[in-house]
């Protein structure tokens, strides 16, 4: 699903019209990218948190040659009991 189908389909839903509701949708995303560097955002389908990666020796798969990987976040997603519950049925 891309972001436009997914615009258009809360539109749809809500009676809200497709640039308020992009309006909404960027603003709830720029949320969690910024809040979830500070602390875990819990949400009813899960929770998002920030991994902290460290730095490490990886290889190089073509020629085998060492190479230093940096420190890096990732963001991770853990689904609630309920969402799995639905996917499992």
Known sequence: MTKKELVNIVSKNTNVS?????VVL????D???????DEKINLPIGTFK??????????NPQTGKEI????????KFRASK????VLNK
Do not use: H, W
């Open 26 to 29: 960027d603003s709830f995303f």
């Open 50 to 59: 920030l991994s902290k990666r460290k730095a490490r020796v990886g290889r």
């Open 82 to 85: 309920s969402v799995k519950e």
């Open 68 to 75: 230093q990987i940096p420190a890096s976040n990732n963001l």
């Open 31 to 37: 949320l969690i990218v910024k809040k979830v560097s």
């Open 18 to 22: 497709v640039k308020d509701t992009t």
